[in-house]
């Protein structure tokens, strides 16, 4: 039997490992939710290769014990066809499991006492298991919640009808079915935390009914199912994240599960007990942990967009460009004011909370997918996604980045694409533009970008964390918007101006956040002003870097950001964004705002001049030029310097090209036709080996010539 149990414990951890490896390479190499049925093949592999053992064990020595692991796994198996609702909707998989846990019990229900005695110590077993969740964990929606209670009891009760006719009995033998039946508990990854309930099986042990085993066993599935966002589980949000603290309070239950066991086998504690641990969670959460509900919200696009079609896109120049920002603003927010209002009502009346935007015409709904039908069904609702948000940490994470050295110095990158030269040569360094960016953050204090902050109390801006001055603690951020227009010889165009936005803190964001700092980017406010009341076309970045891509696991579908892109092409405000990282295949720049045709997309290219292999490429045209992506060294936080690599250190090469052909020629700004043909005509072109779709686009961004080209024109000299 001691082989059949090892055998079961660890083919069904190893099968829960593999389910959440395979749906975190889904993610990190496509952006795609992790599938359903992918979760749902391996724990049913895993159930079915981990009873077999026990079924044999079963049917030919008729094992009692056997029996019960063999049901145990049937439990487990039945529970994990829940995961094959999608990751995002959380609340229809609780729902599911909830029900699937219940038709169980019913089924396997066992006329074993109730045993109610030891509830006092099972509440205070299951409340010890719950504790580490209390603290680092933090709570979805108030529905969810609800809906989480609800499964984690009825697992209990199912837990509690399949283990009847072991207990009390050994914790061996009890702690295997526990970890057979838990592996189908809980999405993939958030269901590794629940196989610490194993070692429980010591502590079900010294209960006297299934009332106590059900309280127990339920108590401890409720910790990941109640405080874990299963979509957050994932290898994306690295350091000292989710993942970090789910494996931490894994462990930890694992622990107090075992000295549970070891306290209960020699003393049983009463009601009293039970009451003083239960204030002590109250007080753990409350005072060390996020108390709250902080589930994922609804992003409702509405049906009715502004038709900027007719404003007048042929004024250019700085003053030019100015006026079209202002009337493309006036007009979005006049249209969501009217064409919001009916929604808002009801809204309001049902006591629901929501955020406005313009630049989209779209609400974010403080509900979770239970409102979902009824919004959809609306008339003037288009469509509505998922905008997930992060729930809250226990400590704040690290600053990160990777490694950091005081040696700046001109890298390959700029000599690649020429832009020394432009400075040596053409005396132009971007003076007079200003470069947007929106990312994880900029560490303002960096020496080689401090100087050129535009500052006032419209330059920064953080929808996370509110914060007033520039900060960073991804480091994403910060290298990019240091390659686009550093000092130090790392950026291409480092007398341009920056602004910054905080889109992306914690690597995994949401279509409202997003939106967040592209309406800032349109019409910057103050800190703390309405961004439809307080915003200021006329202050808005006259190029926007975007080294980002928002994939499905954010909550984004492929036409997301149209509105967006369209509105900034009529202001005049050049777009750049990253091709992505899913290459060498194609059709990979798949993700917006990369396929738009109204923004500029960037490939990456290596120190030989070849296209990366990671670098998206296709459908079609894009990416529509290359620049260097592969080992870029700028800045990082801390006032360092660093390595990174990605079309994300592409992109910003080419908004500072941009920032330097309209330093030199002012009369050019806002003219993105005759821009971007300059771009693209002047571009080195890149060969390497066929592939079946384009690689490189126009080729390898060529920052003299590009400027040189301007300049001929005549529009304007460069200012002295």
Not at 322 to 341: I, K, M, P, S, W
Not at 498 to 527: E, I
Not at 536 to 557: F, I
Request: charged share 15%.
């Amino acid at each position: 039997m001691a082989g059949a149990g090892v055998w079961a414990v660890a083919v069904s951890v190893t099968a829960q490992w593999l389910a959440w490896q395979a749906g975190q390479d889904t993610v990190t190499t496509a952006g795609q939710q992790p599938g359903g049925m992918e979760s749902v093949a391996y724990g049913a592999f895993g159930a079915v290769l981990a009873a077999m053992p026990s079924v044999l064990l079963a049917l030919c020595r008729r094992d009692p014990v056997a029996r019960v692991w063999m049901w145990a796994a049937a439990a487990g198996l039945i529970l994990g066809t829940a995961r094959f609702v999608p990751v995002p909707d959380h609340e229809l998989y609780l729902s599911a499991l909830a029900g699937l846990a219940i038709l169980g019990a019913l089924v396997a229900r066992h006329r074993r006492p109730a045993g109610y005695r030891t509830v006092p110590a099972a509440i205070v077993a299951g409340v010890g298991l719950l504790l580490p969740w209390l603290w680092v964990g933090a709570l979805g929606g108030p529905v969810e919640t609800a809906l989480a209670v609800v499964a984690a009891a009825a697992v209990g009760w199912l837990a509690a009808a399949v283990l009847a006719p072991a207990y009390p009995g050994n914790g061996l033998v009890l702690g295997v079915p526990l970890i057979l039946i838990a592996a189908g508990v809980g999405q993939p990854g958030a269901s590794l935390a629940v196989s610490a309930l194993a070692p429980a099986g010591f502590a079900a042990a010294r209960m006297r009914g299934r009332v106590a085993v059900a309280v127990l066993t339920g108590l401890g599935v409720l910790g990941p199912l109640a405080f874990v966002g299963p979509e957050e589980v994932s290898v994306m949000l690295a350091g000292r994240d989710v993942p970090i603290w789910t494996a931490i309070a894994g462990v930890a239950t694992a622990v107090i599960a075992v000295m549970a066991g070891v306290v209960l086998r020699f003393w049983i504690p009463g009601r009293r007990y039970a009451a003083a641990l239960l204030l002590l969670g109250t007080v753990v959460h409350i005072g060390a942990g996020q108390p709250g509900f902080h589930g994922d919200r609804l992003f409702v696009i509405l049906a009715d967009q502004a038709d900027l079609s007719d404003i007048d896109t042929s004024r250019i120049g700085v003053s030019g460009r100015a006026a079209r920002a202002g009337e493309v603003h006036d007009r979005l927010v006049a249209q969501a004011e009217r064409t919001q209002a009916g929604l808002r009502r009801d809204l309001d009346r049902l006591g629901i909370g929501y955020t406005r935007y313009y630049l989209i015409n779209a609400l974010e709904v403080d509900a979770g997918p239970w409102l979902r039908p009824w919004l959809e069904h609306r008339a003037d609702v288009g469509r509505v996604l998922l905008s997930p948000h992060l729930r809250p940490l226990p400590l704040p994470r690290e600053t990160g980045g990777g490694p950091v050295d005081s040696t700046p110095g001109n890298g390959w990158n700029i000599t690649a694409i020429g832009a020394d030269r432009v400075w040596s040569e053409l005396g132009t360094r971007g003076a007079g533009v200003v470069v947007g960016a929106s990312d994880s953050g900029v560490d303002g204090t960096h020496p080689a970008l401090s100087a050129n902050f535009r500052g006032g109390d419209d330059s920064w801006r953080d929808p996370w964390n509110g914060t007033r001055v520039p900060v960073d603690h991804g480091g994403h951020g910060t290298h990019t918007i240091g390659s686009a227009v550093g000092g130090a010889g790392i950026g291409v165009a480092p007398d341009a101006q920056w602004v910054g936005c905080v889109n992306m803190d914690r690597n995994l964001s949401s279509p409202a956040h997003y939106l967040d700092c592209l309406q800032f980017m349109m019409a910057p406010f103050p800190a703390g002003g309405d961004p439809i009341a307080d915003g200021r076309p006329g202050r808005g970045p006259q190029v926007l870097t975007n080294s980002w891509n928002c994939p499905v696991v954010e909550g984004c579908d492929l036409a997301t950001f149209t509105p967006a892109t369209a509105a900034f092409a009529v202001a005049g405000t050049f777009v750049v964004a990253s091709a992505g990282n899913s290459g060498p295949g194609c059709a990979t720049v798949d993700l917006p705002p990369g396929p738009y045709p109204d923004v500029v997309t960037v490939g990456a290219t290596d120190h030989t001049g070849a296209v990366a292999a990671f670098s998206s490429r296709g459908p079609g045209a894009k990416p529509d030029l290359v620049a260097p992506g592969a080992r870029i060294r700028s800045a990082l936080p801390g006032g360092g310097y660093g390595e990174m690599s990605g079309t994300s250190m592409a992109t910003p090469h080419v908004a500072g090209v941009v920032a330097l052909m309209w330093s030199a020629v002012p009369a050019l700004i806002g003219d993105l036709p005759r821009t971007r043909e300059l771009l693209t005509s002047t571009a080195t072109p890149v060969t390497g080996p066929a592939t079946g779709c384009e690689a490189a686009g126009a080729g390898l961004v060529n920052a003299p010539a590009a400027v040189r080209a301007a300049l001929d024109l005549g529009l304007e000299a460069k200012p002295g």
